[in-house]
């Protein structure tokens, strides 16, 4: 199993972790992977293709409906 170290974590975040674990019956480190692991499975799915990346990132902040714009080409085919 890999090992990570969080440097610089701020003083409130490390109170916030460790609160969490108290009231979970876990340690720190255990809430810590338990966060992860549960934000990496149900939150986060890898995109497979741009569009899906752009798409994932955007998600949260909402849809947008666009007008269809009825246009007229740009040239005339021509016929020889």
Same mark, same amino acid.
Do not use: C
């Given at each position: 199993?890999?090992?990570?170290?969080?440097?610089?974590?701020?003083?409130?975040?490390? %109170?916030?972790?460790? /609160?969490? &674990?108290?009231?979970?019956?876990?340690?720190?480190?255990?809430?810590?992977? !338990?966060? $992860? #692991? *549960?934000?990496?499975?149900?939150?986060?799915?890898?995109?497979?293709?741009?569009?899906? %990346?752009?798409?994932? /990132?955007? &998600?949260?902040?909402?849809?947008?409906?666009?007008?269809?714009?009825?246009? !007229?080409? $740009? #040239? *005339?085919?021509?016929?020889?």
């Amino acid at each position: 199993m890999a090992s990570i170290t969080i440097r610089n974590l701020e003083e409130l975040l490390k %109170a916030e972790l460790r /609160r969490l &674990a108290a009231k979970n019956n876990r340690s720190m480190e255990e809430e810590a992977r !338990n966060i $992860l #692991r *549960t934000w990496l499975t149900q939150t986060y799915q890898p995109a497979r293709d741009l569009g899906q %990346a752009i798409h994932q /990132r955007f &998600a949260l902040l909402g849809g947008v409906d666009l007008l269809a714009i009825e246009g !007229n080409p $740009l #040239r *005339t085919s021509i016929e020889f």
